[in-house]
């Protein structure tokens, strides 16, 4: 068989004629490539569009790679042959794809099977549109008339993106651009990022795709409800909520305030029970009357301008799924979401208390994950995973699902020796994880003592923190009960809360962090701010101290509560000594207006520094002398140090906690703070991190405030240091100015760093 290489730029250009510009592109490209690949008797055909604003490739159509593959394989300009052809503007033919010091290898698309590349940018002008790829099994294969032939098809591709762009009036592929994280490992394993770790097992179940798929949903037209059976759903309904709301309550104190209040208030709404009751009434079936009418509230609230009212679908939509199952006579077990993993675009920390209260397994959440969704689910011990918009939309609702969401996987339809794996796994994490392992004190090789303390992020990590026997709490982010309430919380409902959090720790160092939102920490109920960089905005103490009633009613809270407890107070995202003076101001004038009112309260109550910033860095030593002790909130250090968002997949394989500047930063903070006899600890990730741990203990950190489920691992790491080693090692690790360098020191001693965030 011959190539023919004529015939396919004159298909191609019928292909792309104008009459084809408004169908859909993905099918146009699909159907290119098809061609292209049948006519050169190419064993792979590929395109790849560029964006021009991220400076990457994305591969978007392709004839024998894995079809998962697209969306998600993405090449930086200059990366790998193709990345090349497209940044040098010229094409890439090589007889040996594998022998390429260009060549980039991705796992599972089964590109290593084809060893001829040739690649041809597609170009307008100067300007980048893609790349068109041919690749096949013989090296060798492509011949100088195959590049000219795919010149001429890539010129016309060039114009047919470009019209595609006209017409849609929006950058090429702005409705798929891809969500956090990666590509597919095969069919059935489906790779994502982890943000709140655990396994999880149970069926699919797509929040957005609608009302009532969740369990054995009914044909919609089934029929015989009367009037008076939907009178006993909505009955049974209401007292499924309240009974619901009273656990929660229980258990989740500080933020479950009326969670399903929307709930109830939907229901007892004439307008929507009645407007059921008479659809039923003129002859429509039940379950549809339902559906009718949640769809219409759905509506209406998601067009709202208010995001308080826009919130409201998912309760409403859970509303409709309770009133269907209800009216169906199901019982009241199944009426939660237990057994099922719940694939979400985006949820609000409250949904993820709802949905936690009502026994969901897991999460997999398809737009970018806020640190405090991470965060309350690791809270909650609820796994969550990250995954690209067009891997979760791929899932079928109702299949079985494993996640791994350590690792980030996510299996579909597992084999028996998937679940056999992670059995064992689980049992294995159960074993490093036991509380009963962990003593009382923690000791260094050679005796020298460390601290170990808990960050609260909820009142339900009060438990954990006592079974793991953490020395006080070294952080209490107190923003989540304000984050699930509709208004800032009146002083004496957070005294209620922090009070609890001092009692329980029995006199225990309790440390409060004040308000840290902003950032990717929005409060529904704030949103005069509408910002371009949030964070470099108006986040933590800055709001905090422009704020002054909000701020001055959480430090009046955490005085009284900490009357006669050993309680500090920090403040985040301080920049200069003049916050922190600004800050601790105001704590002064509160202190005043307490024992004005006589109010008890204590004068002792210590204030301290969150160091999270460069300029803070640099002013360390009079923050210092200023402050009474400095927390190293790393997450945040490594974020604005290195210029990296810390929600941004893009970019996660920036986010490097290794990087000398981070070594150098965390060593300047700890030098300040010893010098001055003041006390030093650190509370962000980088403090469980058990390659790091060495690092941290030799320049001198001796407090580590954790995600207490971690005692265990950091303590057992600590015991095997001897704090002389831990400081040779340091040293030597400050001395380094180069990442690879450091990743090369720790990798000798069986310390590889976390490749990302
Ligand atoms: C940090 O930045 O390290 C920190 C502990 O604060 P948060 O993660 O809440 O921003
Ligand atoms: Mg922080």
């Given at each position: 068989?011959k190539?023919?290489n004529?015939?396919?730029v004159?298909?191609?250009a019928e292909?792309i004629?104008?009459?084809?510009?408004?169908?859909?592109?993905?099918?146009?490209?699909?159907k290119v490539?098809?061609?292209?690949?049948?006519?050169?008797?190419?064993?792979v055909c590929?395109?790849?569009?560029?964006?021009?604003?991220?400076?990457?490739?994305?591969?978007?159509?392709?004839?024998?790679?894995?079809p998962?593959?697209?969306?998600t394989?993405?090449?930086?300009?200059?990366?790998?042959?193709?990345?090349?052809?497209?940044?040098?503007?010229?094409?890439?033919?090589?007889?040996?794809?594998?022998?390429s010091?260009?060549y980039k290898?991705f796992?599972?698309i089964?590109?290593?099977?084809?060893e001829?590349?040739?690649?041809?940018?597609?170009l307008?002008?100067?300007?980048?549109?893609?790349a068109?790829?041919?690749?096949?099994r013989?090296?060798?294969y492509f011949t100088?008339?195959d590049v000219k032939?795919?010149r001429?098809?890539?010129?016309?591709?060039?114009?047919m993106?470009?019209?595609v762009q006209?017409l849609?009036?929006?950058r090429?592929?702005?409705?798929?651009?891809?969500q956090?994280?990666?590509r597919?490992?095969s069919?059935n394993?489906?790779?994502?990022?982890s943000?709140?770790t655990?396994t999880?097992?149970?069926?699919?179940?797509?929040?957005a795709?609608g009302h009532?798929?969740?369990?054995?949903?009914?044909d919609?037209?089934?029929?015989?409800?009367?009037v008076?059976?939907f009178?006993l759903?909505?009955?049974?309904t209401?007292q499924?909520?309240?009974?619901?709301?009273?656990?929660t309550?229980?258990?989740?104190?500080d933020v479950?305030?009326l969670?399903?209040?929307?709930?109830?208030?939907?229901?007892?709404d004439?307008?929507?029970?009645?407007?059921i009751?008479?659809?039923i009434?003129?002859?429509?079936?039940?379950?549809?009357?339902i559906?009718?009418v949640?769809d219409?509230?759905?509506?209406?609230f998601?067009?709202?301008?208010?995001?308080?009212i826009r919130?409201?679908?998912?309760?409403?939509?859970?509303?409709g799924?309770?009133?269907?199952r209800?009216l169906?006579?199901?019982?009241?077990?199944e009426c939660?979401y237990r057994?099922?993993?719940?694939?979400?675009h985006?949820l609000?920390?409250s949904?993820?208390?709802k949905?936690s209260a009502?026994?969901?397994?897991?999460?997999i959440?398809?737009?970018?994950?806020?640190?405090?969704?991470?965060?309350?689910?690791?809270?909650?011990g609820?796994?969550?995973?990250a995954?690209?918009?067009?891997?979760a939309?791929?899932?079928?609702?109702?299949?079985?699902l494993?996640?791994d969401?350590?690792?980030g996987?996510?299996?579909?339809?597992?084999?028996?020796?998937?679940?056999?794996?992670?059995r064992e796994l689980?049992a294995?994490?159960?074993?490093?994880?036991?509380a009963a392992?962990?003593?009382?004190?923690?000791?260094a090789?050679?005796?020298?003592?460390?601290?170990i303390?808990?960050?609260?992020n909820?009142?339900?990590d009060?438990?954990?923190?006592?079974?793991f026997?953490?020395?006080?709490?070294?952080?209490?982010?107190?923003e989540?009960p304000?984050?699930v309430?509709?208004?800032f919380?009146?002083?004496?409902?957070?005294?209620?809360?922090?009070?609890k959090?001092?009692?329980?720790?029995?006199?225990?160092?309790?440390?409060?962090?004040t308000?840290?939102i902003?950032?990717?920490?929005?409060?529904?109920?704030?949103s005069?701010?509408?910002?371009?960089?949030?964070?470099?905005g108006?986040r933590?103490?800055?709001?905090?101290?422009?704020?002054?009633?909000i701020?001055?009613q959480?430090?009046?809270?955490?005085?009284?509560?900490?009357a006669?407890?050993?309680?500090?107070?920090?403040f985040p995202?301080?920049?200069?000594?003049?916050d922190?003076?600004?800050?601790?101001?105001?704590?002064?004038?509160?202190m005043?207006?307490?024992?004005?009112?006589g109010?008890?309260?204590?004068?002792?109550?210590?204030?301290?520094v969150?160091?999270e910033?460069?300029?803070?860095?640099e002013?360390v030593?009079?923050?210092?002398?200023?402050?009474d002790?400095?927390s190293?909130?790393s997450?945040?250090?490594i974020?604005y140090m290195?210029a990296?968002d810390?929600?941004?997949?893009q970019v996660?394989s920036?986010?490097?906690?290794?990087?000398p500047?981070i070594?150098?930063?965390?060593n300047?903070?700890?030098?300040?703070?010893?010098?001055l006899?003041?006390?030093v600890s650190?509370c962000?990730?980088?403090?469980?991190?058990p390659?790091?741990l060495?690092?941290l203990?030799?320049?001198?950190?001796?407090?580590?405030s954790?995600?207490?489920?971690?005692?265990?691992?950091?303590?057992?790491?600590?015991?095997?240091?001897?704090?002389k080693?831990?400081?040779?090692?340091a040293?030597?690790?400050?001395d380094?100015?180069?990442?690879?360098q450091?990743?090369?020191f720790l990798?000798?001693?069986?310390l590889?760093?976390?490749?990302?965030?």
């Amino acid at each position: 068989m011959k190539k023919r290489n004529v015939d396919l730029v004159c298909d191609i250009a019928e292909l792309i004629s104008l009459e084809e510009v408004g169908r859909d592109r993905r099918e146009l490209l699909q159907k290119v490539v098809t061609s292209v690949a049948k006519h050169m008797m190419a064993d792979v055909c590929s395109i790849y569009i560029y964006d021009e604003e991220e400076k990457v490739l994305t591969l978007r159509a392709t004839q024998g790679l894995e079809p998962a593959a697209i969306g998600t394989v993405k090449l930086q300009l200059g990366e790998g042959i193709t990345g090349r052809a497209v940044r040098e503007l010229r094409p890439i033919c090589v007889g040996s794809a594998s022998q390429s010091s260009s060549y980039k290898f991705f796992p599972g698309i089964h590109e290593e099977e084809y060893e001829a590349f040739l690649t041809v940018p597609i170009l307008r002008g100067l300007r980048r549109i893609g790349a068109l790829v041919v690749q096949a099994r013989d090296a060798n294969y492509f011949t100088p008339n195959d590049v000219k032939a795919l010149r001429a098809i890539a010129a016309q591709l060039a114009t047919m993106i470009e019209n595609v762009q006209l017409l849609s009036g929006a950058r090429v592929e702005a409705e798929a651009e891809p969500q956090p994280v990666r590509r597919t490992l095969s069919e059935n394993i489906l790779r994502g990022r982890s943000a709140s770790t655990g396994t999880a097992r149970g069926k699919a179940y797509t929040l957005a795709s609608g009302h009532a798929e969740s369990c054995l949903l009914p044909d919609p037209e089934s029929n015989g409800h009367t009037v008076a059976d939907f009178e006993l759903a909505i009955e049974k309904t209401a007292q499924q909520i309240e009974k619901l709301q009273r656990q929660t309550s229980e258990e989740l104190a500080d933020v479950a305030v009326l969670i399903f209040s929307a709930h109830l208030l939907i229901l007892e709404d004439d307008q929507f029970t009645g407007r059921i009751s008479n659809l039923i009434r003129t002859g429509t079936p039940g379950v549809k009357a339902i559906a009718t009418v949640v769809d219409e509230y759905v509506e209406v609230f998601s067009k709202s301008k208010m995001p308080l009212i826009r919130e409201k679908v998912l309760d409403v939509k859970d509303l409709g799924n309770r009133l269907t199952r209800n009216l169906l006579n199901e019982t009241d077990e199944e009426c939660d979401y237990r057994g099922q993993i719940i694939i979400a675009h985006e949820l609000l920390p409250s949904d993820i208390l709802k949905l936690s209260a009502e026994n969901v397994e897991g999460f997999i959440i398809s737009s970018g994950v806020t640190s405090h969704n991470a965060i309350i689910c690791r809270s909650l011990g609820i796994p969550m995973v990250a995954l690209a918009r067009e891997l979760a939309d791929g899932i079928p609702d109702g299949e079985a699902l494993l996640m791994d969401a350590e690792q980030g996987i996510v299996y579909l339809k597992p084999s028996d020796e998937v679940y056999a794996k992670y059995r064992e796994l689980d049992a294995a994490w159960k074993v490093l994880h036991d509380a009963a392992d962990v003593k009382e004190e923690t000791r260094a090789k050679c005796g020298e003592r460390v601290h170990i303390y808990a960050n609260i992020n909820l009142l339900s990590d009060l438990k954990p923190a006592r079974k793991f026997k953490a020395e006080g709490v070294g952080l209490y982010r107190s923003e989540f009960p304000f984050i699930v309430r509709n208004d800032f919380p009146p002083e004496d409902e957070q005294y209620v809360i922090y009070k609890k959090l001092v009692d329980q720790m029995e006199g225990k160092t309790v440390t409060f962090r004040t308000l840290d939102i902003g950032g990717d920490k929005m409060l529904s109920y704030y949103s005069n701010v509408n910002e371009a960089n949030p964070f470099l905005g108006m986040r933590a103490i800055r709001f905090s101290l422009r704020n002054k009633d909000i701020f001055c009613q959480q430090l009046r809270a955490f005085l009284r509560a900490g009357a006669e407890g050993n309680t500090r107070i920090m403040f985040p995202l301080v920049s200069s000594v003049d916050d922190f003076i600004n800050a601790r101001t105001i704590v002064y004038e509160c202190m005043d207006e307490l024992e004005a009112e006589g109010i008890p309260f204590s004068r002792e109550t210590q204030l301290g520094v969150m160091m999270e910033l460069p300029s803070a860095v640099e002013v360390v030593d009079e923050l210092a002398a200023e402050a009474d002790f400095l927390s190293i909130g790393s997450n945040d250090l490594i974020q604005y140090m290195l210029a990296v968002d810390r929600t941004n997949e893009q970019v996660s394989s920036l986010y490097l906690a290794h990087h000398p500047a981070i070594l150098r930063a965390i060593n300047r903070i700890v030098s300040a703070a010893m010098t001055l006899g003041k006390d030093v600890s650190i509370c962000g990730d980088l403090s469980a991190d058990p390659r790091m741990l060495p690092f941290l203990l030799g320049v001198g950190l001796r407090n580590f405030s954790i995600d207490i489920v971690n005692a265990p691992t950091v303590q057992r790491m600590v015991n095997n240091i001897a704090i002389k080693d831990a400081e040779e090692m340091a040293d030597a690790m400050l001395d380094l100015g180069r990442i690879s360098q450091i990743e090369a020191f720790l990798l000798e001693r069986n310390l590889a760093p976390a490749a990302e965030a």
